[in-house]
């Protein structure tokens, strides 16, 4: 199995050498050059979600040195649950997928454990200390942080949106120190993960450097998430014998595209609807066909606010052509009253508690048509809500227990530097002059 640029095939690479890579050379994502086909029945087989990540990963790697490394990878990544909990008194039987019982409590632990495992593991060529660089508008950077903390071969340089992410998401990026530093940068993030974009082509980084990359641009970051949408659809397909459909909560859209690829390769997932909010570049273009990134606009759900989109390019490589991806992914935008509201609503009649972002995602299944609402659908929980307790506790007027491996983190001191939003101050700091 090769990787290939979203941009010119001819950059090709073997599974180890994309993720080491993170990024094209020419600046493209890397994408499989055909979505293998999975059997279904063999998968679910599997007892540990550790075995069935590398049964799932397996024909991703092959031909790959990594394809021989993949037990041991998944088995240190994948080490705390992913729930499926039915929802009583909704509309129609419904379930929620809880991705936030990880160490830094949101579903991106999942995909950066697996990449920190994989790039300790896989022999690189290039013997010098690899350099990880991460964009995050909330929750990437604190799993990638809490993911290759303190580990010897590695340093992290995270990049956040000074005063755009919630108190708690700011104390899990910056309570780290020794070999993770934290910027906290005058802009948006889109203005860092221009950053990091543009650090990764330029010339004098790439001779001073070892660069890689830990956001959902790293095809590190997605396979693995394919992983948790195999095992919530594979127990709901053999409970009921449906394809359940999943509601996911949208931003730089790298859990939306796992769940794709996962429907892709043939595992049994209906419908998959993605929840945006107020920055609507992704709901408009599977409306319209009109791809207009723009300045991405604060919200409630901050580690949604995107407004251009790193995987749409992935996304558009695998349907070229509008129509037909408009006929595979639906997306609906939702607002921050609307939010609020679910939030509240939720609570009082289904006693279910929301952070922000999974919030979307209710608020989407309460749209849905009643006709649709007969089948099974899942709500991909991303983040606790105990990150986004000043959110969330005056809306339900209760306090929201801290998971106690949050609550470790959040009694640690912060360390982040303010950076201007130019890739000229990101190379200062990168090569010690700052």
């Known amino acids: 199995m090769r990787f290939l640029s979203t941009r010119d095939a001819s950059h090709a690479a073997g599974l180890g050498a994309a993720i080491a890579r993170g990024l094209a050379p020419d600046g493209g994502l890397y994408v499989p050059e055909r979505l293998p086909t999975v059997d279904p029945a063999t998968l679910a087989a599997n007892e540990t979600l550790a075995g069935l990540a590398a049964d799932l990963l397996r024909p991703f790697a092959a031909g790959d040195a990594m394809a021989a490394l993949l037990p041991a990878i998944t088995s240190d990544a994948f080490n705390f649950p992913a729930p499926l909990v039915d929802v009583q ?28 495992a994989t790039l300790e593991r896989v022999p690189r060529p290039d013997p010098r200390r690899l350099t990880i ?22 340093d992290v340089v995270v990049l956040y949106p000074k005063g755009l992410v ?6 899990q990026l910056a309570c780290w120190g020794r070999n993770v530093r934290t910027l906290a940068v005058a802009g948006t ?87 945006s909010n107020a920055n609507l570049a992704v709901p408009e273009f599977l409306q319209t066909g009109e791809w207009r990134p723009r300045p991405s606009i604060a919200t409630l759900a901050s580690a949604m606010d995107v407004g251009n989109p790193s995987n749409m390019e992935r996304l558009r ?39 922000p972002h999974t919030a979307t995602a209710a608020c989407v299944y309460r749209r849905l048509d009643p006709r649709r609402t007969g089948r099974r659908w899942v709500l991909v929980a991303t983040a606790h809500p105990a990150k986004f307790n000043d959110i969330v506790e005056p809306l339900i007027g209760a306090e929201v227990p801290v998971p106690p491996a949050l609550a470790a983190l959040l009694a640690l001191p912060s360390r982040q530097v303010e950076v201007e939003a130019r890739l000229e101050a990101l190379r200062e700091i990168l090569v010690g002059r700052a």
């Open 133 to 154: 660089l991460v964009a995050t508008s909330g929750d990437t950077g604190g799993a990638v942080a809490a993911a290759f903390f303190d580990r010897p071969w590695v």
């Open 317 to 355: 490589w695998l349907f070229p052509e509008r129509e037909r991806l408009a006929g595979r992914v639906s997306a609906q935008s939702v607002s921050d009253d609307e939010i609020r509201e679910t939030i509240r609503r939720d609570h009082r009649e289904l006693g279910q508690t929301w952070c």
């Open 189 to 275: 993030f889109d203005d860092c993960q221009r950053m990091v974009k543009e650090a990764f082509v330029d010339p004098a980084l790439a001779r001073d450097l070892l660069l890689s990359s830990a956001n959902s641009i790293n095809v590190g970051r997605l396979l693995p998430q394919m992983v948790y949408y195999a095992r919530a659809s594979l127990a709901l397909h053999a409970a009921d014998g449906t394809a359940p459909g999943f509601i996911i909560p949208t931003g730089n859209l790298g859990n939306a595209l796992a769940c794709i690829w996962a429907r892709e390769i043939g595992l049994p997932i209906g419908d998959i609807v993605l929840a």
């Open 89 to 116: 008194g909704a509309a129609g039987p419904l379930s929620v997928l809880e991705l936030f019982h990880g160490p830094t409590a949101a579903f991106k632990d999942f995909g950066a454990r697996f990449l920190a």
């Open 166 to 171: 919630s108190p708690r998401q700011e104390k």
